[in-house]
């Protein structure tokens, strides 16, 4: 089953939410509802990585995310932390986090895999090149999806030399990261060259740019029902989760999503999940 990621961005300036969650027990009660809608993993970020963001120091970073994960955690919520540092890796997981999520896959901080590999913690690891100011402007590849498979590869293998074990490391094909337009559509297209490097996938897609730019440049906002096109292919694709902003519609073309690829799969002669309707 394709699970839920809801995004907690306890930022002044992400692209969709910034400034309404810095708060911390406003960030708090986000995560609660989006966990009480069906988000199965709550993200809390500190440090916006849309295209052009400035960087935030450590200590801002560590006030902004340790005592909402801290509370989200002690509230039964599974929480992953969004961060390239490993000292806010370090201290989310001291406060109950599950999951860290680092966009850099261990390139922005030389100690993030170390870190990783010492807290028996799952380690979403993302294709990426180079920090926000910049990142739009390396955007070169031979073949995009040949090419962002293999510098996967060579994070994902670093990982593993760092103690990291395959079933703790979930990839993610780092949609809308030093890519254009044309290449964040190519990527969606070839997940299954993804799903064959052997472990689960995260696609976050939530409400970013390419949508925008493709509805004729409708704002963040507008873009859920999108995203909800790409959440049903992921579904499709067998992604293990997707990472969005809103969660109710995002749950709803998943199921479409699945029971399209149980159909095809019956249909096939393959095994695979059969789910039904929702009861109340």
């Not at 090149?129 to 995009?144: I, P």
């Not at 990291?164 to 949609?175: C, Q, S, W």
């Not at 337009?181 to 939530?206: K, P």
């Not at 799969?265 to 695979?272: E, F, I, K, T």
Request: one cysteine or more.
């Amino acid at each position: 089953m394709t699970l839920v990621m809801g995004v907690v961005n306890v930022t002044t300036d992400s692209f969709s939410d910034g400034g309404r969650y810095v708060d911390t027990d406003a960030a708090v009660a986000h995560g609660l509802e989006l966990a009480s809608q069906g988000a199965e993993i709550v993200d809390v970020g500190g440090e916006s990585t849309r295209p052009g963001a400035q960087r935030v120091d450590a200590e801002d970073e560590l006030a902004r995310v340790v005592p909402v994960v801290r509370e989200l955690a002690g509230r039964g919520i599974t929480v992953s932390v969004d961060t390239m540092r490993a000292r806010v890796a370090e201290a989310a997981i001291a406060a109950g986090a599950a999951v860290i999520n680092d966009v850099s896959g261990g390139l922005a901080d030389a100690d993030m895999l170390d870190v990783v590999a010492s807290s028996g913690v799952d380690y979403v690891l993302m294709h990426w090149r180079s920090h926000s100011e910049t990142m739009q402007s390396d955007t070169a590849y031979d073949d995009v999806l040949a090419d962002v498979v293999a510098e996967l590869v060579v994070r994902r293998d670093a990982a593993l030399r760092a103690g990291i074990p395959g079933e703790r490391i979930v990839l993610d094909p780092g949609v809308g990261f030093s890519k254009t337009w044309d290449q964040n559509w190519d990527l969606l297209a070839g997940l299954e060259r993804f799903e064959a490097l052997g472990h689960r996938i995260l696609v976050g897609v939530s409400r970013k740019r390419f949508l925008g730019e493709l509805l004729g440049g409708r704002e963040p906002l507008g873009r859920d029902a999108a995203t909800a096109a790409i959440s049903t292919w992921c579904a499709l694709a067998d992604v293990w989760a997707v990472r969005t902003h809103e969660v109710p519609s995002q749950l709803d073309a998943i199921r479409v999503g699945q029971r399209l690829r149980a159909a095809r799969l019956a249909r096939s002669g393959g095994v695979g999940p059969q789910p039904g309707p929702v009861t109340a």
